[in-house]
């Protein structure tokens, strides 16, 4: 053992106390040494109850290290470790000062087999976003509205049938193809990367708007296959906008960030596909039912103005026609009349005749027959006089009629012109130079030409 006392003067040695010691090395670990993820088992744990700090060993077959989480870490586990149990903890080797002891203060802690596989989640999580994987495709890209998809999933799977009822329910436009693949165990990721090389192929021929790919829930092991490095590099290349529904609310895989963006499910995923489509569908069955409103409102209000100006107006020969049906029915009128008026004569006359024969004696014969003579003087003269009457009317009514033929018309200076066809002229925007025109006057026809 060398002896530093013999080349050494009290002038040249720094001497540390035993604090300086520990806290010059405790700093040096801290420099040296990132945060650690250490494995092993749980030995000696020990709850302050007061402080609710723990201390314990984490040891494997050969050696033993101390460790500490204190309370603002350790809160917020969810579980408290017992003795025995394999854990993975995250954290940073340190020298407490006051005893020199070397440990690890842990602030992180997972139960192993489980947190083995988050761990590895979080160191390929971590490369991927360094190199910049999860700003690649951004949810801007995703089209507004989309009209063909491609699904990539397992073909028997309820994710599909899912998706599939989902989009012919929101949008049925929507054209779907499925390109099959495995989605859990060995290979499913290679399945996964081929179904969608599948999709990139056809693209050309296609066309498709959006890739969704997408599975049920499930643990961390079942949805393995989708945090495949490979896999995810691909997707972050692929050129096509790529939607991931994979898992349940709250199952992350790292598809979901190399996507242009994540569903919550499979159904959210048809629903975000459709969204545009389905906004869009909803938009046109509004206006279209607005239109067909307004329209309705148009024509009813034409249709009433129509019928109100075919009621006023009335042309000179439905006049003529209106005339005619009130001589028609003052005729029947004065021929009931007058039929009623002879019954009941008749009908008196006969009632005389019945007297005359029960009353048979001759001086009553005679003065029957003298009455009867002034009967028949009497319905004479009212017949003569009612006849006359009626006769006045009639010519009343013929001289109306005659007054309103177009012959009377033209006698008081009007006229009517007919063209070569016979057609009467209404309007003389509709003659041209060289028209022969024909011009019926009341006691003739005259013939002209348009200059």
């Given at each position: 053992?060398?002896?530093?006392?013999?080349?050494?003067?009290?002038?040249?040695?720094?001497?540390?106390?035993?604090?300086?010691?520990?806290?010059?090395?405790?700093?040096?670990?801290?420099?040296?040494?990132?945060?650690?993820?250490?494995?092993?088992?749980?030995?000696?744990?020990?709850?302050?109850?007061?402080?609710?700090?723990?201390?314990?060993?984490?040891?494997?077959?050969?050696?033993?290290?101390?460790?500490?989480?204190?309370?603002?870490?350790?809160?917020?586990?969810?579980?408290?470790?017992?003795?025995?149990?394999?854990?993975?903890?995250?954290?940073?080797?340190?020298?407490?000062?006051?005893?020199?002891?070397?440990?690890?203060?842990?602030?992180?802690?997972?139960?192993?087999?489980?947190?083995?596989?988050?761990?590895?989640?979080?160191?390929?999580?971590?490369?991927?976003?360094?190199?910049?994987?999860?700003?690649?495709?951004?949810?801007?890209?995703?089209?507004?509205?989309?009209?063909?998809?491609?699904?990539?999933?397992?073909?028997?799977?309820?994710?599909?049938?899912?998706?599939?009822s989902t989009l012919n329910r929101?949008a049925p436009h929507i054209q779907?193809?499925?390109?099959?693949?495995?989605?859990?165990?060995?290979?499913?990721?290679?399945?996964?990367?081929?179904?969608?090389?599948?999709?990139?192929?056809?693209?050309?021929?296609?066309?498709?708007?959006?890739?969704?790919?997408s599975r049920g829930g499930g643990?961390?092991?079942?949805?393995?296959?989708?945090?495949?490095?490979?896999?995810?590099?691909?997707?972050?290349?692929?050129?096509?906008?790529?939607?991931?529904?994979?898992?349940?609310?709250?199952?992350?895989?790292?598809?979901?960030?190399?996507?242009?963006?994540?569903?919550?499910?499979?159904?959210?995923?048809?629903?975000?596909?459709?969204?545009?489509?389905?906004?869009?569908?909803?938009?046109?069955?509004?206006?279209?039912?607005?239109?067909?409103?307004?329209?309705?409102?148009?024509?009813?209000?034409?249709?009433?103005?129509?019928?109100?100006?075919?009621?006023?107006?009335?042309?000179?020969?439905?006049?003529?026609?209106?005339?005619?049906?009130?001589?028609?029915?003052?005729?029947?009128?004065?021929?009931?009349?007058?039929?009623?008026?002879?019954?009941?004569?008749?009908?008196?006359?006969?009632?005389?005749?019945?007297?005359?024969?029960?009353?048979?004696?001759?001086?009553?014969?005679?003065?029957?027959?003298?009455?009867?003579?002034?009967?028949?003087?009497?319905?004479?003269?009212?017949?003569?006089?009612?006849?006359?009457?009626?006769?006045?009317?009639?010519?009343?009514?013929?001289?109306?009629?005659?007054?309103?033929?177009?012959?009377?018309?033209?006698?008081?200076?009007?006229?009517?012109?007919?063209?070569?066809?016979?057609?009467?002229?209404?309007?003389?925007?509709?003659?041209?130079?060289?028209?022969?025109?024909?011009?019926?006057?009341?006691?003739?026809?005259?013939?002209?030409?348009?200059?």
């Open positions: 053992m060398e002896d530093y006392s013999a080349n050494s003067t009290n002038d040249m040695r720094e001497i540390l106390s035993v604090s300086e010691v520990n806290k010059t090395a405790n700093d040096f670990i801290n420099e040296a040494f990132p945060p650690l993820w250490v494995v092993g088992e749980i030995s000696g744990f020990k709850e302050y109850g007061a402080s609710g700090h723990w201390y314990f060993s984490l040891k494997d077959s050969d050696s033993v290290l101390s460790c500490s989480m204190f309370r603002l870490q350790n809160i917020s586990l969810g579980f408290k470790p017992k003795e025995g149990d394999q854990v993975i903890i995250q954290g940073k080797l340190s020298i407490w000062h006051k005893t020199g002891r070397f440990q690890l203060i842990a602030n992180k802690m997972e139960l192993a087999g489980f947190g083995e596989l988050l761990r590895k989640y979080e160191l390929l999580k971590n490369k991927l976003k360094d190199e910049g994987l999860f700003t690649k495709k951004l949810p801007e890209a995703l089209p507004a509205i989309i009209s063909k998809v491609a699904i990539v999933t397992s073909a028997h799977g309820a994710a599909l049938r899912d998706i599939i929101r779907i193809f499925v390109s099959p693949c495995r989605v859990q165990g060995d290979g499913s990721s290679e399945s996964i990367k081929v179904a969608l090389k599948r999709v990139e192929n056809l693209q050309q021929t296609e066309k498709f708007d959006v890739v969704l790919v643990s961390i092991e079942d949805l393995w296959s989708f945090n495949n490095e490979e896999l995810c590099r691909y997707v972050s290349e692929l050129k096509l906008p790529v939607v991931s529904g994979v898992g349940h609310e709250t199952d992350f895989t790292l598809l979901d960030f190399v996507s242009n963006i994540r569903a919550e499910t499979p159904t959210a995923a048809a629903e975000i596909v459709s969204e545009g489509a389905s906004k869009l569908k909803d938009y046109l069955d509004f206006m279209s039912d607005s239109l067909n409103k307004k329209m309705n409102i148009l024509i009813n209000n034409f249709k009433e103005k129509i019928d109100f100006l075919r009621k006023l107006l009335r042309s000179p020969k439905q006049k003529i026609q209106d005339q005619y049906l009130k001589l028609d029915h003052k005729s029947e009128q004065l021929n009931s009349t007058f039929k009623k008026f002879i019954q009941r004569k008749q009908d008196s006359l006969e009632k005389e005749k019945l007297k005359l024969i029960f009353n048979s004696p001759k001086n009553i014969k005679d003065k029957g027959q003298d009455k009867l003579k002034e009967i028949n003087k009497m319905i004479h003269k009212q017949l003569t006089s009612l006849l006359y009457s009626l006769n006045l009317k009639l010519n009343n009514f013929e001289q109306q009629l005659i007054s309103l033929s177009p012959k009377e018309i033209l006698k008081r200076g009007y006229s009517i012109t007919y063209n070569e066809k016979g057609k009467i002229i209404k309007s003389s925007k509709k003659l041209a130079g060289g028209d022969r025109l024909v011009t019926q006057l009341s006691d003739g026809k005259v013939q002209s030409k348009v200059e």
